[in-house]
């Protein structure tokens, strides 16, 4: 199984903060990777998908990037509603696993 | 709108069985692969099995493969995840997701009901 290692695995940060999550594979590919936000006691949701394609009705300060085995999840202006739990997931090669998840906190 | 809602979640004894569905509504079921993604709760994402949109394709996770079975009706814009021998390690949120493609492979899951869960304990 491909195994997904994201960093941090929390932080903490104000609004308005330019904020940087990195997803580190296994394997290397280029193209087959997704990130969600989930917040507490909802479903997941799709913000990225195949790197760098953005979910329709995402905001644009979302974005994603990366190949090889590393990937980042960029926030540019950090917005309140933006606090939540963010997962990266390979679709290079079933299992389809995800990351352990990076908790991202109010400062 | 775009709904998934999960259903026949509970608690079960250790060894026996569960089938949890998934009811579909505002897209056209028949078109799109299906999945069910399982979260124990305060823990991570684990996806669990899929289905292509013509059931060509079932997928399933080395820890339930053998146990569960996945299956769909479309007539009834439903999806379904049949858990036999169920283990304590099986308790879990099962949330069913709705895949971007039709064929399970390479999974954007796009869509995600809010989750049935499911406790295996004596």
């Known amino acids: 199984d491909i195994q997904m290692t994201q960093s941090p695995s929390s932080l903490s940060a104000s609004v308005g903060d330019r904020v940087t999550i990195t997803c580190r594979t296994s394997?290397?590919?280029?193209?087959?990777l997704n990130w969600y936000q989930q917040k507490p006691g909802k479903a997941p949701k799709l913000l990225i998908y195949?790197?760098?394609s953005l979910q329709s009705g995402v905001p644009s300060r979302f974005s994603g990037s990366g190949s090889g085995t590393d990937f980042t999840l960029t926030i540019s202006s950090l917005q309140p509603e933006d606090f939540a739990t963010y997962y990266c997931?390979?679709?290079?090669?079933?299992?389809?696993?995800f990351g352990q998840g990076t908790k991202v906190e109010i400062k | 709108e775009v709904q998934l809602v999960e259903s026949g979640g509970g608690s079960v004894q250790p060894g026996r069985s569960l089938k949890v569905s998934c009811a579909a509504s505002?897209?056209?079921?028949?078109?799109?692969?299906m999945h069910w993604v399982r979260q124990v709760p305060g823990k991570g994402l684990q996806w669990v099995s899929g289905?292509?949109?013509?059931?060509?394709?079932?997928g399933y996770a080395d820890s339930v493969k053998g146990r569960f079975i996945i299956s769909r009706d479309d007539a009834k814009s439903s999806l379904y995840l049949q858990m036999n021998s169920l283990r304590p390690e099986d308790t879990a949120l099962y949330f069913c997701?709705?895949?971007?493609?039709?064929?399970?492979?390479?999974?954007?899951?796009?869509?995600w009901g809010q989750g049935t869960m499911v406790t295996v304990s004596s």
């Open positions: 394997q290397t590919f280029s193209s087959y």
């Open positions: 195949t790197v760098s």
């Open positions: 997701a709705k895949d971007m493609g039709d064929s399970g492979n390479y999974p954007v899951f796009d869509i």
């Open positions: 289905i292509s949109w013509d059931s060509g394709y079932r």
């Open positions: 505002g897209f056209s079921f028949d078109e799109y692969a």
């Open positions: 997931q390979q679709i290079y090669s079933a299992p389809w696993t």
